[in-house]
């Protein structure tokens, strides 16, 4: 049986829900499908140790904001995936959790998304699937002969799986410097870590609300054709939450340039030397989810649907929101994603019904 709805948003995460926010203040008809068994999207799945970028009351979605964590400036993955879970609540959001969708197909002047436990027939999609279930590894030589271990951000825990180990932390992004930087303050753990080009740390008082007004500047000056302020990446590549700068600060977040290959034991460098390695850790980023819109047709360069805001431009019936600056200014983070929320849902709300 297919069912009727004005919005089917898919992924009940910090976009999902947002979206939820705004559609419910338009009094629209919608189903929220996600593919998690449980509220709070990716930051279940974090590292024990990783905190956020701003403080609890920088870091809120639409309409609610985010508690203080007890004893903590910058609260950690597992009082955001409280706040998520109590925001869905509190707006009683219809979230099917366990519902993983397949397929967006047009269908007579209408989407039909189909998912494994039904399908529903609407007016406009939201694409909310973030990134965390795509993790992007470079082919680099070597990569399928190394004999130690090899993951990628989204399988790290914490240092206690790696102590007496050799590890390679690969990534000049946050996720890199905040990993390196976990492992190399254990004290048990021998790390190594690798950058393609030097890191930029940014200056020490950039947190994730700066880093949003600077965000949004851009955004603004370009939407105005005025010049590129070069936004966030003019001012550095990482945040300097306390853990990097504990380890900075103590000498032990040094980067090496980027091995030229894997070999069965561990890594060659530019000038020919070898040293060993246990393991590597790929902190090497992530490419949008967007399988479920293949059958639209709409995919562009780099894995991702041309867009103008939030919307496809292949398909106006479409928007996407939360994946990166591309959907919105810092609509990848709890503060940024809500007012790209609110904008496509404003252009949604102007579709024929």
Same mark, same amino acid.
């Not at 910090?14 to 009094?27: K, N, P, S």
């Not at 903590?72 to 959001?93: C, F, M």
């Not at 399988?155 to 410097?177: I, L, Q």
């Not at 740390?201 to 054709?225: H, K, N, Q, S, Y």
């Given at each position: 049986m297919t069912q009727q709805t004005d919005?089917?948003?898919?992924?009940? *995460?910090q976009a999902g829900l947002a979206a939820g926010y705004h559609l419910r203040r338009q009094g629209l008809d919608f189903v929220i499908l996600d593919a998690g068994a449980a509220p709070g999207g990716s930051w279940q799945h974090m590292w024990d140790s990783l905190h956020l970028f701003s403080p609890a009351e920088h870091s809120s979605l639409p309409g609610r904001l985010m508690p203080a964590q007890a004893g903590r400036t910058y609260p950690d993955a597992r009082h955001v995936v409280d706040y998520l879970t109590g925001y869905e609540k509190r707006y009683d959001l219809p979230v099917q959790h366990g519902t993983r969708v397949e397929a967006v197909r047009r269908d007579a002047g209408r989407l039909l998304v189909e998912a494994d436990s039904g399908t529903w027939r609407t007016r406009a999609v939201i694409g909310a699937t973030g990134t965390w279930s795509r993790p992007f590894l470079p082919a680099v030589p070597g990569r399928d002969v190394f004999a130690g271990r090899q993951l990628h951000t989204v399988g790290y825990r914490s240092p206690a799986e790696f102590a007496g180990r050799r590890v390679m932390v690969v990534g000049g992004g946050n996720?890199?410097?905040q990993i390196a930087a976990d492992l190399a303050l254990d004290g048990h753990v021998e790390v190594t870590w690798v950058t393609r080009r030097p890191p930029r740390l940014l200056p020490d008082d950039?947190?994730?609300?700066? =880093?949003?007004?600077?965000?949004?500047?851009?955004?603004?000056a370009l939407d105005a054709g005025r010049n590129d302020t070069g936004g966030i990446a003019s001012l550095g590549d990482i945040v300097a939450v306390p853990p990097v700068r504990a380890a900075r600060d103590a000498g032990l977040l040094t980067a090496k340039p980027m091995f030229s290959q894997l070999t069965t034991e561990g890594v060659r460098w530019a000038d020919g030397s070898h040293s060993g390695a246990d393991a590597v850790i790929w902190c090497t980023g992530f490419r949008p989810a967007l399988a479920p819109f293949a059958p639209l047709g709409?995919? *562009?360069?780099?894995?991702?649907?041309?867009?103008?805001?939030?919307?496809?431009? *292949?398909e106006p019936r479409v928007h996407l929101l939360g994946y990166g600056d591309?959907?919105? !200014?810092?609509?990848?983070?709890?503060?940024g994603v809500g007012r790209t929320a609110r904008e496509a849902v404003r252009e949604?709300? *102007? =579709? !024929?019904a």
């Amino acid at each position: 049986m297919t069912q009727q709805t004005d919005v089917v948003v898919v992924g009940g *995460g910090q976009a999902g829900l947002a979206a939820g926010y705004h559609l419910r203040r338009q009094g629209l008809d919608f189903v929220i499908l996600d593919a998690g068994a449980a509220p709070g999207g990716s930051w279940q799945h974090m590292w024990d140790s990783l905190h956020l970028f701003s403080p609890a009351e920088h870091s809120s979605l639409p309409g609610r904001l985010m508690p203080a964590q007890a004893g903590r400036t910058y609260p950690d993955a597992r009082h955001v995936v409280d706040y998520l879970t109590g925001y869905e609540k509190r707006y009683d959001l219809p979230v099917q959790h366990g519902t993983r969708v397949e397929a967006v197909r047009r269908d007579a002047g209408r989407l039909l998304v189909e998912a494994d436990s039904g399908t529903w027939r609407t007016r406009a999609v939201i694409g909310a699937t973030g990134t965390w279930s795509r993790p992007f590894l470079p082919a680099v030589p070597g990569r399928d002969v190394f004999a130690g271990r090899q993951l990628h951000t989204v399988g790290y825990r914490s240092p206690a799986e790696f102590a007496g180990r050799r590890v390679m932390v690969v990534g000049g992004g946050n996720s890199g410097a905040q990993i390196a930087a976990d492992l190399a303050l254990d004290g048990h753990v021998e790390v190594t870590w690798v950058t393609r080009r030097p890191p930029r740390l940014l200056p020490d008082d950039i947190d994730g609300r700066a =880093l949003f007004d600077v965000a949004t500047a851009r955004r603004r000056a370009l939407d105005a054709g005025r010049n590129d302020t070069g936004g966030i990446a003019s001012l550095g590549d990482i945040v300097a939450v306390p853990p990097v700068r504990a380890a900075r600060d103590a000498g032990l977040l040094t980067a090496k340039p980027m091995f030229s290959q894997l070999t069965t034991e561990g890594v060659r460098w530019a000038d020919g030397s070898h040293s060993g390695a246990d393991a590597v850790i790929w902190c090497t980023g992530f490419r949008p989810a967007l399988a479920p819109f293949a059958p639209l047709g709409l995919r *562009g360069p780099r894995g991702r649907i041309p867009n103008d805001g939030t919307r496809a431009l *292949g398909e106006p019936r479409v928007h996407l929101l939360g994946y990166g600056d591309w959907t919105g !200014p810092a609509s990848a983070t709890l503060i940024g994603v809500g007012r790209t929320a609110r904008e496509a849902v404003r252009e949604i709300t *102007g =579709l !024929p019904a």
